[in-house]
């Protein structure tokens, strides 16, 4: 019954069923109104019968008060000896009041009198008619002084009793009639009491029983409303209102569920946007921990697997040159789809900069380094790896054509290529710096600083080691001779010869303009004085390709048994150096214990004036190679140039 009566409502909208609230008032308003009416009616055509009997009844008493009037002044008359001399204005007042009243009573003909007392005014008017005739002669007759107005006397006695035997017949008829009206008007009052009352009650309660079944069924299709407005509220955004209605109600629910759908596609990209962000931060933090390319590699190849599990995926990264792509790293288990790019301009991807998915391989538009792979169409999704606006890589992904890669796996792969390539690119821009801090922009061996630091760390873990300090001869004339491009080139080859013969643990370093240092680790001075000669003989080999000027080298040799301290250690390897020039140049000198106690000062030239070497050297007895003399006996006349 319910469900029949909530079908029957929910054809009507709000607003129809407000309109036929408003109807069942207006026809409840119009049948109260006929009642009252009707009512009214009634008491008012009882109370016109009353007044019409009460206006009768009041022509009754005017002509019964006449009539006994008019008997009086006859009777008077006889027993009055002057009342013959009554003047004819007396009698013709009386006259005038007797026509007078004689036209109100027949003006009574003209009204609707019920039958009895219509009957019974028609007697008494003929009776009066009579009396007032007999009356008008028996007094004319007095006036007149004529015997026959006492011969009238009795007979208008006879007129006047009949006259008044009607009139009380007629007091009678009038006195039923007026309480018979009376009563029909107090019925009538009575009646339209209790119709109006009744009507009243029956169109009230009719019409409240109709206005409470509309108006719940209104607040029943409103709280279904509400309920599901209540359910979005509390987080079910999964509930829907009923929207079949066409009614206000009906566009209501449409509104809530459209409400309700644009919630929950908020909610889902929200959501979509709190595992994305908690993806990249967990991302950037496993990246964070890398402290090589080779660490952050494997964080990526970690992460390919948590973003798809069984689809191929690679990293290729650019070279040192940006020419050419390496692999770096793929997916653990699924391995890599094996894309043959070489160069990242090569790469449709790189060249737009953007993220660039395929649907089939077999698409007109699809890459065509898709095509023609062994497991058939595949999908794909190409990345580009991008820092500071250069582009480092591409990230690979492809399978099946009929199993592309999620919106999903595209924007957490897209987030991977973006993390990857920032950590990549930071470290690599902080290993450049660091190369630059620790080594010589001209020649690419370590700077003096970071000798310094290494030194410290040989000290720290009690290894000794052989300090070298070597001088190009006569660099000063070569870079005058051949122009300073030429002394650079002279520089970078010692150079590159140095790290051709130099063992993994020893060090390199130019010590500052065409003076080096080499730190042979494990090392004693004699075994640094053979390693030292195999170089010389190394240079004169690579001097032959004729890449740069011909030039030779000095050498001074000491070790950390002659002193613990760096700056005793250069000061002596100075002095065997210095040694290594007086005694003519390309040729090595280890130094003696006495210079470490002596703490002379280093020399302030490093190129010595063309001497007579046979002169200075005459007697001597020294061989090359040897030092046969302590730092303090060399000459100290020799003039110094720079």
Known sequence: MTFIKRSIWARF???????????????????????????????????????????????????????????????????SASFPA?????????????????RDIRSLDRLELPPDLAESFSRVRELTDAYRTQANETIKAIINNANSGVALV??????????????????????R?????????????????????????LTGLTV???????????????????????????????????ASSSDEVGSLARA???????????????????????????????????????EAYAVVSHVMKVVAADLPMELLVADSSRAHLEHATQHPSAGRPGCSVESPFSCVAVRRGAVTTFASSEDVNACPRLRGRPGGAVSAVCIPLSFVGRTMGVLHAAGPASQPATDKMVAQLSNLAHQTASRVGTLRAFRRTQIQASTDSLTGLMNRRTLEEHIRTLSANGRGYAFVLCDLDHFKRLNDTHGHEAGDQALRLFADVLRSWMRDDDMPCRWGGEEFVLILAGCSAAQAFEAVERLRTLLAQALLAGSAPAFTASFGITDTSM???????????????????EAGRNRTMIANNVGAAQVLPRRDAEHLAEVDLNTLLMGSGESEGVASSAPGTEPRALQRVS
């Open 177 to 201: 009639r007026i309480i018979a009206a009376d009563e029909a008007a107090d019925a009538a009052s009575q009646e339209a009491k209790r119709w109006l009352l009744t009507t009243t009650i």
């Open 86 to 102: 009554l003047s004819h204005s007396v009698l013709g007042s009386l006259v005038e009041d007797s026509d007078a009243l004689q």
């Open 256 to 294: 809530m569920n459209q409400l309700a759908d644009n919630l929950s596609g908020m909610m889902d990209r929200l959501r979509l946007d709190a595992e994305r962000d908690a993806f990249s931060t967990k991302l950037v933090q496993a990246l964070e921990m890398a402290d090589s390319e080779a």
């Open 208 to 242: 409240c029983g109709l206005v409470a079944v509309l108006s719940s069924s209104i607040r029943r299709s409103l709280r279904r409303v509400r309920d599901v407005a209540r359910a979005i509220a509390g987080g079910d955004l999964a509930a829907r209102a009923d």
């Open 154 to 175: 009795p007979p208008f006695n006879a007129a006047f009793e009949a006259l008044q035997q009607a009139m009380l017949q007629q007091t009678g008829v009038l006195a």
């Open 563 to 581: 002193s613990s301290q760096l700056d005793q250690l250069a000061r002596m390897a100075d002095e065997a150096l210095y040694q290594a020039k």
């Open 13 to 79: 909208s709000v607003g129809g069923r407000l309109l036929l609230i408003n109807a069942l008032l207006l026809v409840a308003l119009t049948l109260v109104a006929l009642m009252a009416w009707r009512s009214n009616d009634a008491q008012r055509k009882a109370m016109t019968d009353l007044a019409l009997i009460s206006r009768a009844a009041r022509y009754h008493q005017d002509a019964d008060t006449q009539n006994a009037n008019l008997r009086a002044d006859v009777s008077a008359a006889l027993g």
